[in-house]
Structures are given as C-alpha cells and as structure tokens.
C-alpha cells in the first residue's frame, strides 16, 4: 500500500472508530465492530491467512493491551485478523477485547505506523 495512502486511510480510521473502541463498558453494537474489522479488511490490513501458533506466540499482547504500543504492522494485524475470526465462531470476542483496550491499542497503532511509513 502507498505510504500516504496507508497514512490517511488509517487516520481516517481511527478518527471514525475512536469514541467507539474506547476502553470501558459503554455499549458499542457488535455491528459497528464488525463494521470496524470490515473496514480494516477493505484497506488491507487484515491478513488473508496466518498460522494459529504465531497468535499463540503474540497472544500475550491481548492480555497486556499497553504492549501493542510496540507492536509490528504484521503482530497488529495478527492479532485482529485472528479476534475477527474468532468472533465468528464466538460471538463477543470483539467486544471483549474493546472493553479491555484492545482494539483501541491496535487501532492507535495502526495510526502510528501509518505516520512513522511516511517519514
């Protein structure tokens, strides 16, 4: 993806999705988080396959959200590429890794990267 391209779609995300994937329990549809994931889908920044075992290996961050501050591009797509498909089969999972700020950090993330590819 071109890196002003990156830049402004992934500001754009997060502007649009922030207020939603605020750490709390204010309610949030599993809609709109599922809009959230779609979107990241249309913009390339989930991954199209991945190996269970390296979401073990990372899954350490979801437990420790204030870890994903120093998260790679592939270890922040990993980690929603794999909630997104498991919500498919457990309804929830998005909206318990929002509550716990998980979503939030990786979408926080997401912006950095996207500014740090232009410099």
């Given at each position: 993806?071109?890196?002003?391209?990156?830049?402004?779609?992934?500001?754009?995300?997060?502007?649009?999705?922030?207020?939603?994937?605020?750490?709390?329990?204010?309610?949030?549809?599993?809609?709109?988080?599922?809009?959230?994931?779609?979107d990241l889908?249309?913009?390339?920044?989930?991954?199209?396959?991945?190996?269970?075992?390296?979401?073990?290996?990372?899954?350490?961050?979801?437990?420790?959200?204030?870890?994903?501050?120093?998260?790679?591009?592939?270890?922040?797509?990993?980690?929603?590429?794999?909630?997104?498909?498991?919500?498919?089969?457990?309804?929830?999972?998005l909206s318990?890794?929002?509550?716990?700020?998980?979503?939030?950090?990786?979408?926080?993330?997401?912006?950095v990267l996207?500014?740090?590819?232009?410099?």
């Amino acid at each position: 993806m071109n890196n002003s391209i990156m830049k402004s779609h992934a500001t754009g995300l997060y502007k649009e999705y922030a207020n939603d994937l605020l750490i709390g329990n204010h309610f949030v549809s599993d809609k709109r988080l599922q809009d959230f994931v779609a979107d990241l889908a249309r913009e390339g920044l989930l991954l199209e396959s991945f190996k269970w075992d390296e979401w073990y290996n990372n899954s350490y961050m979801v437990d420790r959200p204030e870890y994903i501050a120093d998260a790679t591009l592939y270890e922040c797509q990993l980690l929603v590429t794999a909630m997104a498909r498991l919500d498919r089969f457990s309804p929830g999972v998005l909206s318990n890794m929002r509550r716990q700020g998980v979503l939030n950090a990786i979408a926080k993330r997401f912006k950095v990267l996207s500014f740090e590819a232009v410099m």
